[in-house]
């Protein structure tokens, strides 16, 4: 049975993102606006890869500074009580508004992907938390998130959610979403053990890889050329030389479909 929100221990709460909250806030304290924290900026380059590490939080660290969680909600069954409380348990002491994003890919399921946004709306808000819902018709993970994203936004993923990597292998959504955004993405955990794999559609996945073919056919024809036009060290030299680039190219590629086809 869901616990009311207004049964709910409440923690004292650290300073609140809505204006009339920080309002009250300055009255009590006159250094309340300077210790706000300040909104979170996105940079345009994608991370390294020890970045991204920095970026993703596990469900045990403290919450870094947020005005907004958008929380993705997969659409599969799920604890709506369970996850709807742990949302709670964020958000409110925090004054944090919510958002719950979750995409339909039929109108099969839109009906039932509906009532589980309503029922986890219900059971998130109170009187500090003020919580929307936003039911997507298709797409992928992170277009909508980037769609969504504002600045000051702590996006909430799930462990458990995989995108089907272009060489076969399995990549975090979340890990994802810190290299689309490069902001921190909060994990948890333990809500959705059974969740599939995220696939791109196939002739998605042909297109996006035709550029890469292109390469391998012009620097193929490049080396020929040099094999017949050169000889000894300088021919050696434009070989490896026109091999380091090819590659270099198609690993530029591969990291920019990671990036952005997903989203």
Request: net charge neutral; aromatic share 8%; charged share 15%.
């Amino acid at each position: 049975m869901a616990i009311s929100p207004s049964s709910r221990p409440r923690e004292q709460a650290p300073l609140p993102a809505s204006v009339d909250a920080r309002a009250l806030q300055q009255a009590a304290s006159p250094n309340a606006l300077t210790d706000f924290p300040p909104r979170p900026v996105a940079a345009e380059s994608p991370p390294t890869p020890s970045a991204v590490g920095a970026l993703l939080i596990p469900a045990d660290q403290p919450l870094p500074p947020a005005r907004r969680l958008v929380v993705l909600v997969p659409n599969m069954d799920v604890d709506e009580a369970e996850l709807a409380t742990r949302i709670w348990s964020l958000a409110s002491p925090r004054w944090l508004e919510v958002l719950f994003l979750t995409i339909v890919s039929s109108p099969e399921t839109e009906l039932l992907a509906r009532r589980r946004l309503t029922l986890l709306a219900a059971i998130t808000s109170d009187d500090p938390t003020h919580v929307e819902t936003r039911l997507e018709p298709g797409g992928n993970w992170i277009q909508i998130v980037r769609r969504h994203w504002q600045p000051g936004d702590l996006i909430v993923c799930h462990a458990e959610q995989m995108l089907s990597g272009w060489g076969g292998g399995r990549r975090p959504l979340a890990k994802a979403i810190v290299s689309a955004l490069n902001n921190p993405v909060y994990v948890l955990s333990g809500f959705y053990p059974d969740l599939p794999t995220e696939r791109p559609k196939w002739l998605a996945r042909l297109l996006a890889w035709l550029p890469a073919f292109a390469l391998l056919v012009i620097f193929f024809m490049l080396q020929v050329r040099i094999t017949q036009g050169t000889t000894g060290w300088v021919q050696t030299a434009l070989l490896c030389l026109s091999v380091s680039v090819e590659f270099g190219l198609i690993g530029a590629w591969e990291h920019f479909l990671i990036v952005r086809n997903y989203a």
